[in-house]
T-cell receptor, first 113, second 114 residues
Framework: QKEVEQDPGPLSVPEGAIVSLNCTYS??????FMWYRQYSRKGPELLMY??SSGNKEDGRFTAQVDKSSKYISLFIRDSQPSDSATYLC?????????????WGLGTSLAVNP | DAGVIQSPRHEVTEMGQEVTLRCKPI?????LFWYRQTMMRGLELLIY????????DSGMPEDRFSAKMPNASFSTLKIQPSEPRDSAVYFC????????????FGPGTRLTVL
């Protein structure tokens, strides 16, 4: 079993829809939970992060962490065609010099105008 | 800042040839990462450096792969000899010492081994 599981999709929604992207994980030592966005033919870029548990909101994006269920989510409200990309979750233990991020496979999202 | 710079952007080579990928991290960043990305396996960490010293190379698939970081502004990933199964997009990323460990990625090198 992989440490982080993410449904690769693809997910296709109409413009304006609410999108829910999810990852599950198995290691309770994870402290940082991140969402990276990767446009086609580009490198991933950090979109949002949450430290420990709880919610974080940034414009149309909301990140949630449920440590009891080992489940994280990214919600996109009023989705736009420019949101079409692959979304990767990533997690880390915040353990000294251990700089490894554990990555999900990524979910491919298409927002159709 | 120009961000992480990688070269070449595309590389097509024949099986058995040597391939060298290059990376210039963001100035002032302490960590440098090499990743490989495929549809089937996603983003895989190959190796990472701290202040030019390799810290973890457990992701390097086999002895055909080697990486060096001779100074703070340059790193190479070499594959010798290359095989068709090495075809993938190779990313270089860098980060600071901040605990968040936000990694800044380059545009990637798309490698095709025929």
């Amino acid at each position: 079993q992989k440490e982080v599981e993410q449904d690769p999709g693809p997910l296709s929604v109409p413009e304006g829809a609410i999108v829910s992207l999810n990852c599950t994980y198995s290691n309770s030592a994870f402290q940082y939970f991140m969402w990276y966005r990767q446009y086609s033919r580009k490198g991933p870029e950090l979109l949002m992060y949450t430290y420990s548990s709880g919610n974080k909101e940034d414009g149309r994006f909301t990140a949630q962490v449920d440590k009891s269920s080992k489940y994280i989510s990214l919600f996109i409200r009023d989705s736009q065609p420019s949101d079409s990309a692959t979304y990767l979750c990533a997690m880390s233990r915040n353990a000294g010099n251990n700089r490894k991020l554990i990555w999900g496979l990524g979910t491919s999202l298409a927002v159709n105008p | 800042d120009a961000g992480v710079i990688q070269s070449p952007r595309h590389e097509v080579t024949e099986m058995g040839q040597e391939v060298t990928l290059r990376c210039k991290p963001i100035s002032g960043h302490d960590y440098l990462f090499w990743y490989r990305q495929t549809m089937m396996r996603g983003l895989e960490l190959l190796i990472y450096f701290n202040n030019n010293v390799p810290i973890d190379d457990s992701g390097m698939p086999e002895d055909r792969f080697s990486a060096k970081m001779p100074n703070a502004s340059f790193s190479t990933l070499k594959i010798q000899p290359s095989e068709p199964r090495d075809s993938a997009v190779y990313f270089c990323a860098s980060s600071t010492r901040d605990p968040l460990n936000e990694q800044f990625f380059g545009p990637g090198t798309r490698l095709t081994v025929l």
